[in-house]
Each structure stands twice: as C-alpha cells, then as structure tokens.
T-cell receptor, first 112, second 114 residues
C-alpha cells in the first residue's frame, strides 16, 4: 500500500509484483521528463526519460507513461526486485533545459 | 553519460566554519549545477556554475553563503560558508551535456554540522 511517511510517501510492494510510482507535475510548458532512482548513500541515477510528444516509453523492466491532459507521469516497474528499493524522483524540464524541477520523491520498499 | 566524482564524500564540521566541496567530471561538459538535498526531501537547485563567470543563483541562495568556482569545463567547487546545523544536507553536483537536457549526478557530499 501507499502511505505518507515523515517526509516521503512510501510505496510497499511484494517482491515479484509490479510497482507503479506516480508524479504530478506543475508546468504545462514542460516538454521533457526524467525518472531518477536514488539509493541510500548515492546520487540520483537516470532511469528513463520521455518527451512530451510521446505518451509511453519502455525500457528494461520499466515503463514511463505521460498524461499531459492531467499533468501526470508514472513509472511502472515490472517484477519488482529487492534491488529496486530506493527513492524515485520525477523531474520536469522546460525552457530548453534551463529549468529542471524535481518532484517530492517516493520511497519504494520491496518486501520479501 | 559522464563520470562524476565529489570530494569529500562526507564530513562533520563545527558551526561557524566553512567547507569546500569539489566536483570533477571525466569529460568536458557545458553545464554544471549544485543542488542541496535536505534529509528525507527532494533536490533543490542552489546555482548554475558558469565557466569563466559568476554563478547564477536561485532564489533563496546567495553568493556570500555559497560561493562557487568553475575554472574550467571539468571542475567546480561549492563552498558552504559560516555553517550552522541547518546546513546539514547532502550537496550534489550535476552536469548537463551539450545539446542534451538530461542531467547526470555525482554521488553527493554528506555534510553534518554540529
């Protein structure tokens, strides 16, 4: 389930299940979006990106969906593994990369 | 993507002192940025480090508190001046590659101010 922690919302999923992490962005002019994964003690790591002329993009075990109508972005992780436990941030980019805004983040916890 | 290193990786400092954080990239990059990430929170942009000129600071951040240098296309420093416990955070540098909008991040510097 999903709950709000002290700072970050947390999503807990069983190992092997699919995870869906959501992000609401703020600027309708944003034309590029990135999902980052941040493991404990590390910097954010690029996972997948999508441009505003697309509504879906797939990578290895990950899919990003973009709904511009409601300004919503989601990251789907298939067959979630313990190594997927991390904080996930979405970022919206506009003004030709001059403006780069991070979402609040979601902590994904994978249960054995 | 570029390989980015930061020094130090972590430090514990006394209030009133200053700490300089270094960011080194293995290739020339157009854009370098400094972010702060307070415990349990998202990333906040401090400034854009401009090569050969003064950094561009975001609202709420000033040069006197966070002086930045960028002497060339592969290196930048951020100084956290006159530190207080409220400056305890992770400080991250990131780089943007020419003609791309993606930013790649360094491992971060974990700062604790006592």
């Amino acid at each position: 389930g999903e709950s709000v922690g002290l700072h970050l919302p947390t999503l807990s999923v069983q190992e092997g299940d699919n995870s869906i992490i959501n992000c609401a962005y703020s600027n309708s002019a944003s034309d590029y979006f990135i999902w980052y994964k941040q493991e404990s003690g590390k910097g954010p790591q690029f996972i997948i990106d999508i441009r505003s002329n697309m509504d879906k993009r797939q990578g290895q075990r990950v899919t990003v969906l973009l709904n511009k109508t409601v300004k919503h972005l989601s990251l789907q992780i298939a067959a979630t593994q313990p190594g997927d436990s991390a904080v996930y941030f979405c970022a919206e980019i506009y003004n030709y990369g001059q403006n780069f805004v991070f979402g609040p983040g979601t902590r994904l916890s994978v249960l054995p | 993507s570029a390989v980015i290193s930061q020094k130090p990786s972590r430090d514990i400092c006394q209030r009133g002192t200053s700490l300089t954080i270094q960011c080194q990239v293995d290739s020339q990059v157009t854009m370098m940025f400094w972010y702060r990430q307070q415990p349990g929170q998202s990333l906040t942009l401090i400034a854009t480090a401009n090569q050969g000129s003064e950094a561009t600071y975001e609202s709420g951040f000033v040069i006197d508190k966070f002086p930045i240098s960028r002497p060339n296309l592969t290196f930048s420093t951020l100084t956290v001046s006159n530190m207080s416990p409220e400056d305890s955070s992770i400080y991250l540098c990131s780089v943007g590659v020419a003609r791309q909008e993606t930013q790649y991040f360094g491992p971060g510097t974990r700062l604790l101010v006592l």
